[in-house]
């Protein structure tokens, strides 16, 4: 399955010409332009066949870029034509809906290509982008989770009024929300050198290498960078949510971190809390969609008010609702209804080691009809079902021309079982697919 590409809606991804029926075309050398708007004296043009030459021109450069962002098949560029196949138009509309995509409007004459010659309008344009990212799966892009959070916003705004599912959802997305905003505006500057700092002398006191920067609120200040727990402390004022830095920032380990243990504290703790964010993000907002598609929110509200305590795990929670609840079919819309197997779910549990969990995910996929060659085909859909569950670690050892794979131990040479991180599975993912294709 390939990941959603959003830099393939480029031309299309911010269209904002300052009027919801203002027209566009493409202009010469990329990218669109308005030419007009509805109901003003050009509309009388539109019958004209260079303008509609131009309509036809603007609803096939995003009908391809479209296909190209969830990479779907059935797209011929060839004459300086492009076509589409009748398969390739059913997909997208399956993704984004016979009411969003209306494909009637586009109009396909025999032989694929685009014949109707209606305008395209900024209104038509926003509304198809926003629910192909709403609708997409794929790697974190900042834009396309506020799409898609928007997108849960509204439909939660709808809820009946009153204790129960509506406030569970809202404060659970509010707190998503501040995250986004963190990641976005706050994480990179996190950390700074602190120039004060003599080398010469012990670190010891306010005499540390880095210090960290805060703003709540509104208030600039920077502290001597003296523990991990202090970096805990300020993400929980600052966004209200607990995060385990110390318990899990380093693999394999299970006793506290503490700076001293670290190798490029700035570095090593940015990384972590961007991982472990992104992971709830979007377990967060992708399992809400499913859930909601499949019929299933009661079980997905359930979820997010159990009372864990911090990120990591209700981050566990909801992908272990996910794994258990929600058909593979969901993370792969561009697959089709017609090559899916709903039935072709992966199990596994907390007792089986994590190579034999991906083992089970390849497996599944393979078994609704995706079609892959290696591992990076399968790598997306394989982290979003299982980053933050728990499972036995394990890594592979060369075994003659195959693998074998062995517990991942801690410095007491205990098998460690804790949250699964992407370098993990990054770890597992190729000898797991060597070892399926020789099967």
Same mark, same amino acid.
């Given at each position: 399955?390939?990941?959603f ?10 269209? #904002?010409?300052?009027?919801? #029926? ?26 004209? !066949? ?41 997909k ?14 586009f ?28 609708a ?7 834009s396309v989770y506020?799409?898609?959070l928007d997108?849960?916003?509204?439909k ?12 569970a959802?809202q #404060? ?11 990641m ?16 010469q002398?012990d ?5 540390? *290498?880095?210090?960290?920067v805060?703003?709540?609120g ?44 670290? #190798? ?8 972590y ?22 019929g ?19 981050? !566990? ?11 593979? +079919?969901?993370v792969?819309?561009?697959?089709? *209804? ?6 072709a779910?992966?199990t596994?549990?907390?007792?089986q080691p ?6 089970r ?11 892959? +060659? ?21 890594? *592979? ?20 079982v ?22």
């Amino acid at each position: 399955m390939a990941d959603f590409n959003i830099k393939a809606l480029g031309a299309f991804r911010n269209v #904002d010409f300052g009027n919801a #029926d203002a027209i566009a075309n493409l202009k010469q050398g990329g990218g669109v332009e308005q030419n007009g708007r509805l109901g003003n004296f050009i509309g009388k043009m539109f019958r004209t !066949s260079a303008t509609k030459a131009n309509n036809n021109a603007a609803r096939t450069e995003l009908l391809k870029s479209l296909g190209q962002a969830f990479g779907i098949a059935g797209m011929t560029e060839a004459g300086g034509k492009t076509t589409f196949s009748a398969e390739f138009m059913a997909k997208l509309e399956g993704i984004l809906g016979r009411d969003v995509l209306k494909t009637a409007d586009f109009k396909l004459n025999r032989d694929g290509s685009v014949t109707s010659g209606k305008p395209l309008t900024q209104r038509r344009i926003n509304t198809i982008v926003n629910k192909a990212m709403v609708a997409s799966r794929g790697q974190y892009d900042a834009s396309v989770y506020r799409a898609k959070l928007d997108s849960i916003n509204a439909k939660i705004a709808t809820m009946p009024e009153g204790p129960g599912t509506k406030v569970a959802m809202q #404060d659970h997305f509010a707190a998503v929300g501040k995250l986004v905003d963190f990641m976005d505006k706050e994480l990179d500057g996190l950390f700074d050198e602190n120039f004060t700092y003599n080398p010469q002398k012990d670190q010891e006191g306010d005499n540390v *290498p880095h210090v960290l920067v805060t703003k709540l609120g509104g208030k600039f200040a920077e502290k001597p960078l003296k523990s991990i727990g202090m970096v805990t402390q300020y993400i929980k004022d600052f966004t209200g949510q607990l995060f385990h830095i110390q318990e899990n920032i380093l693999a394999g380990v299970k006793n506290i971190a503490h700076l001293s243990d670290l #190798d490029d504290p700035p570095e090593q703790i940015a990384a972590y809390l961007k991982r472990a964010m992104t992971e709830f993000v979007m377990a967060s907002i992708d399992t809400y969609l499913d859930a909601d598609k499949a019929g299933k929110l009661d079980g997905y509200q359930g979820v997010i008010s159990h009372a864990w305590p911090c990120i990591e795990g209700k981050t !566990s929670g909801i992908t272990e609702f996910r794994l258990t609840n929600l058909p593979l +079919e969901d993370v792969n819309p561009a697959a089709g *209804p017609a090559e899916v197997n709903v039935n072709a779910v992966a199990t596994h549990d907390k007792e089986q080691p994590l190579n034999q969990c991906i083992g089970r995910e390849i497996t599944a996929l393979a078994e609704k009809g995706v079609k892959f +060659e290696s591992w990076k085909d399968v790598a997306a859909t394989v982290k979003q079902n299982l980053i933050g569950t728990i499972r036995p670690i394990d890594v *592979p050892v060369k075994d003659g021309d195959s693998w074998k794979f062995e517990p991942l131990r801690d410095e007491k040479g205990q098998p460690v079982v804790r949250a699964i991180t992407e370098e993990d599975i990054d770890n597992l993912g190729e000898a797991c697919m060597d070892v399926i294709l020789e099967g």
